[in-house]
């Protein structure tokens, strides 16, 4: 597996780098985003937090606008940005050009139905192929946790929530945390995976968050968030945690919207979130 | 003067908006965005840091970008971003569309030249009316710092040297540091003020540093960027700071480059100096 470099930016001592490669998983050609700590420049294995973007965005929203690197930098944790769907000619898109569907909104998910299959694999993409890329090219170590934004809130609770070996710990802000239940998941599930809702129920953190488990997961939700009633439902998550026991922190934050601005007020607590049990794991 | 608010975002316990007002001393509708920290909020009147942007820039590069929110919020600054020209119908631009002269790029000098006279005023518009407009209508002080990135930087500086009275301190990334011997400035000076080099003079900080004053100024400058030798120029005007025992702080940052990434890894230096002048002379 080979990398090229796109771009290079020094920031906050350490390196903000974009690369691209071909994807076997997804068939196309991938670009992706890591920042490194300066850590890593005297040799350092750290620690990843892989985090995953909302609809429309690419690695770039992230890098350019949480403002997350102060705290990695002095943490010394590594951030690596996938896209959020395979891209480029031959790639099926949404015919009447859609947001919430095909480009930019593969939904995390392994597509099963035409013409969606052949390349929306992003789930196995960000699951596996990904991170053995990351750790076979740079001084990362086997440490991982996931975050992410609106629909990679939901990519994040769903990866975690299903392979709790592979992450020490879960974080999201405005997660679509019950999509089998609002109409941006009924929308893109229905194409991605079928009639049969049955196979829709891994994908659904809520449902999966009702069956327990263990690994430490905090969720952000701003209350001024336009989405928050008919998308995002943290409620139903909450429930779901509550049910089972699960060791969720939901935190509901007034007035905050669904923007970066509201991401980069609290990405510094997530991100110490992470570096307290991604250190608790390798000590 | 009346505001027609655009946006709306809370972060780090302020808000961010932007407004919409039509400009007198431009003859157009101007957009601009302001940061109110969360002091604000129990009625206490804040300084303002004006930071003026680059070329091809708007209000929202900085308020995205540069992570400036929590530095300004814990401070107790306001931030006001303008545009960097004169904007919709009417308004000329360079007929070839170039990045670097109309739209977009208005080196905040006062054109004198047809066609840009008519609306390229925008030393006036950040000097004069913009101030009058954030004093009037929102919870701030007149106590006024003023930073900028490249254009916005040599706009920073000038302004500041021009104006002692006005401005408790200044700072820039990445100036443009002596507009009148570089290709940038050069055409820009040309197009907006005419062949007479005696007018530019007053438009460059190496010239007005060289004559000497006293109000702070610090400059960060990356000797990564690529722009560094043939446009920035911070070794003149170091000379010149020297030459006149100016009270200039310039540091030259390895590795870093011209983007955003340079200025989020510094920007709480930032305003960690401009809150030391702006509150010793507000006390």
């Not at 968050?209 to 995002?232: K, W």
Request: aromatic share 12%.
């Amino acid at each position: 597996m080979s990398l090229e470099l796109l771009s290079s930016n020094k920031t906050f001592g350490g390196w903000h780098k974009q690369y691209q490669h071909v994807s076997a998983t997804l068939k196309c050609a991938m670009r992706f985003a890591i920042y490194l700590p300066p850590a890593t420049a005297d040799g350092a294995k750290v620690p990843v937090l892989y985090w995953l973007s909302g609809l429309t965005c690419t690695d770039e929203n992230f890098m350019q606008k949480a403002g997350a690197f102060r705290a990695a930098a002095e943490l010394g944790i590594a951030i690596v940005a996938p896209d959020t769907s395979p891209r480029g000619e031959g790639v099926a898109d949404d015919p009447d050009g859609a947001y919430d569907l095909g480009l930019g909104a593969g939904f995390y998910v392994n597509a099963t139905q035409a013409p969606w299959a052949e390349h929306y694999q992003m789930y196995d993409y960000v699951l596996q192929e990904l991170p053995e890329l990351i750790e076979q090219h740079f001084p990362v170590s086997s440490q991982r946790s996931v975050s992410g934004h609106s629909m990679g809130g939901h990519g994040a609770l769903v990866l975690a929530l299903n392979n709790p070996e592979r992450f020490s710990s879960v974080s999201a802000f405005s997660p679509i945390a019950n999509p089998v239940n609002c109409p941006w998941g009924q929308k893109a599930f229905k194409a991605y995976l079928g009639e049969d809702r049955d196979t829709w129920r891994a994908y659904d953190a809520t449902e999966l968050m009702g069956q327990g488990g263990s690994t430490p997961a905090l969720v952000d939700q701003g209350e001024g968030d336009n989405f928050l009633t008919e998308q995002l439902k943290p409620e139903a998550l909450k429930a779901a945690a509550d049910k089972s026991g699960y060791p969720l922190t939901l935190r509901l934050q007034p007035g905050y919207d669904h923007s970066y601005y509201f991401i980069a007020s609290f990405i510094d607590d997530h991100l110490r979130f992470h570096a307290q049990h991604l250190h608790l794991h390798s000590a």
